[in-house]
């Protein structure tokens, strides 16, 4: 009877176990599958802490943005209209192009003032892609912001500007990148996890050492 006993005891634990690692494991998956929200960080290029005349040409003046192309203007030289105070970036050879190093870049919108007409807008992926493209023909409005929303693998690796014979300027570029985060009941979830398969290991290892 006592034997009989005993190895009732065990199996009850062993069956104990088996439960708690099953719930563990089911804690991990579970902590797999919920969704993660993504912490958004925002650049906005101004250009207006940069003095006139400035040759933005193959300089890296923001961190993780290059530039090449531009010039810094003062737009009532120009007679254009800047969005915030007075200095814009200005194409004087027709094209301006801005590549980034941001991780998980995704969105970007900027601010457009031209005097002519025919201005296109390329935003490439980090491969060279090509995931977006917007023409102003004549008779768009002169003053015009322009944004994208990336939604394939791959982030945004750089935009260029083309004018053919247009007067144009950017303004407010604004640059969006998300980085995922775990959400609160992600990370319990995982603690869970976690804690239930460490107890089952340990009660395993006890009772092996019991016998």
């Known amino acids: 009877m006592l034997t009989h006993a005993n190895q009732f005891q065990e199996n009850d634990m062993t069956l104990q176990s088996s439960l708690t690692r099953l719930y563990a494991a089911g804690a991990l998956m579970l902590g797999f599958a919920v969704m993660q929200p993504a912490a958004a960080a925002t650049t906005v290029l101004t250009f207006d802490e940069f003095p006139e005349g400035m040759n933005l040409m193959n300089q890296r003046i923001y961190p993780e943005v290059s530039i090449y192309g531009a010039i810094v203007t003062n737009t009532a030289a120009l007679g254009l209209y800047p969005l915030a105070l007075s200095h814009v970036a200005y194409a004087d050879t027709g094209q301006m192009i801005f590549k980034f190093s941001i991780p998980d870049l995704r969105d970007i919108s900027l601010f457009i003032t031209y005097m002519v007409d025919d201005v296109d807008v390329y935003v490439y992926d980090i491969l ?60 319990m979830l995982f603690g869970i996890g976690l804690v239930g398969l460490i107890a089952a290991s340990r009660r395993k290892n006890m009772r092996a050492q019991a016998h």
């Not at 994208?148 to 990148?177: H, K, M, Q």
């Open 128 to 187: 060279g892609a090509l995931v977006g493209h917007v023409s102003l023909p004549p008779g768009s409005p002169g003053n015009t912001i322009i944004s994208f929303a990336n939604t394939t693998e791959f982030p945004i690796g750089r935009f260029e500007l083309v004018g053919a014979g247009a007067i144009y300027a950017v303004d407010n570029i604004t640059l969006t990148s998300f980085t995922p985060v775990p959400e609160p009941g992600t990370a």
